[in-house]
Structure formats: C-alpha cells, structure tokens
C-alpha cells in the first residue's frame, strides 16, 4: 500500500503561481507513472499531468500547457507540479495519484493510489 499526502494548495490571486507536492510513502518497482488530477464540485476529476516513472516523460492537459510543470525528486519520493500563471479557471481540489501498471495516464480510473487533494484557490 502506498501512501500519497498533497501540499502546497492555497489562495492566489490571478497571474501568481503555487508549487504543489506530493509525498509518497514508498517507490514501487512496479511504479508506471505518477500524475496530478484536478475535481471542481459537480465535476468529473479532470486530468492536469503526468510523468512516467522510467524514462520521465510527462504529459500536459492542453489547459495547462506552458504555464504547469511537472517533475520529480527521486531521492525524496517527491512529486512536484509547478503552477505559473495562474487563472481562475484553475481553482480546484488538487490530486496526486499513481498508476502501478501499464494504461491511459490521462483516465483517473486506471490509476490505483490516490491523495486526498489540496485546494487550489485563484482569486480574479
């Protein structure tokens, strides 16, 4: 069982930026990819990013491209999404989650350990 514990939400205002951070309790070997979601109330969990664990490839929602970033430290167990500015369109609880095996990295369902999420809040 692997524990996910999300840090860094917050209130700022439009334009600002936040670093978002996940803490893993341990790293697999069967680790696939790690990724960051996003859920408003009324709303599905909407996919933000993702970084495969072999190799680092990551991949960025269209919305987010060229403003968010996300990266790893390995030594640490650490996950980090870097939030440059950023819009009201943006505000949301925050989930880190980890895919253990092969899937679409972009599908909240294929992802097997969840955070509890860190609220985003970006005032206009």
């Known amino acids: 069982q692997v524990q996910l514990v999300e840090s860094g939400g917050g209130l700022v205002q439009a334009g600002g930026s936040l670093r978002l951070s996940c803490a893993a309790s341990r790293r697999t070997f069967t680790t696939y990819a790690m990724g960051w979601f996003r859920q408003v109330p009324g709303k599905e969990r909407e996919f933000v990013a993702s970084?495969?664990?072999?190799?680092?490839?990551?991949y960025l929602a269209n919305s987010v491209e060229g403003r968010f970033t996300i990266s790893r430290d390995n030594a640490k167990n650490m996950l980090y999404l870097e939030m440059n500015s950023l819009k009201p369109e943006d505000t949301a609880v925050y989930y880190c989650?980890?895919?253990?095996?092969?899937?679409?990295?972009?599908?909240?369902?294929?992802?097997?350990?969840w955070g509890q999420g860190t609220q985003v809040t970006v005032s206009s």
């Open positions: 970084m495969r664990w072999s190799g680092g490839r990551t």
């Open positions: 989650a980890e895919l253990t095996n092969s899937g679409d990295y972009t599908n909240p369902s294929a992802y097997d350990y």
